[in-house]
């Protein structure tokens, strides 16, 4: 078994456990591994061979944002927690330890999550640009969470025109948008007053941010429907941020397009939790008041 063991650079003491496992790892039978501080294209391409396990040592943050890279390789990624709240990253590195065994040999059970795929494009004719998807897109990139307009500088309400399958659905002002994934439910979706959604749902969850509007409220559609976002007027600042790492401009000559990626991130399973017991343990989903 081939296993890339990749740690977040910004983390000493994940970077320490990432060269422990290392070593490890290297004294088993049948296993070799490879090891990387952070994570991006050109040091993926400099693989010599397709890893068969991939183990991510750092937070959810460190997840995220190699999400858009590793999704490609369609093998099961393990995350080991050095953050904060260890939603995705399901481990803690005495989990791991306990587990490494059962993961190498393939029996902890693993969860496809959707990913987005945003595109952003230069709007060439007036009118509804999304049918132009034969036009060279400015941008594109995956996200695993969500994919947000946001208002920016110099802080005035935006206004954005919504459309689900080249239909029509609202325009509105606001202070943006959130398109999330049911992974990214339980983050800027959740504070924004979006729905909780179960990561074996295939939807796609649409959340206004501080809409100037009493009714427009989240919906949630099904993962093949695409979705594109008009702006109607901006900000200077305004940006499309892609799981909080990726940044692109937005301009009022822009069309933004959201749809399901043609790839999934499987994530490694810790039997010891289950998604609920996450809920509520993580985030104090339905706990009683306190004095």
Known sequence: MKVLLIANSAKPEAIAAGRKLLKTLGAREGVSAEYMEGV?????????????????????????????FLARYQVPIAGINFGKLGYMAAFTP????????????????????LMLEASVYRKKLPGRADEGESLQPESR??????????????????????????????????????????????????????PLITPDVDAIVITPICAH???????????????????????????VVMDGVVVHPLSADHYVVVKKAPHRLELVVNPRQTHWELLARKLHWASRPTA
């Open 213 to 239: 509007s009493l009714s427009f409220r989240p919906v949630v559609v099904p993962d093949r429907c695409t979705i594109g976002i008009e702006p109607r007027r901006l900000n200077e600042g305004t940006h």
């Open 141 to 194: 990139c995956l996200a695993l969470n969500d994919v947000v307009l946001n208002a920016g500088t110099p802080f005035r309400m935006v206004e954005l025109t919504v459309r689900v399958n080249n239909s029509d659905t609202a325009t509105f002002r606001g202070d943006g948008i959130i398109i999330s994934t049911a992974s990214g439910s339980t983050g800027y979706n959740l504070s924004a007053g979006g």
């Open 94 to 113: 005495e989990e791991f330890e306990s587990h490494l065994p059962e993961l190498l040999a393939g029996k902890l059970p693993t969860t496809h999550r």
């Open 40 to 68: 991006d294209q050109t040091c993926l391409d400099d693989l010599q061979d397709r890893p068969d396990l991939m183990v991510l040592l750092g937070g959810d943050g460190t997840i995220l944002q190699a999400a858009r």
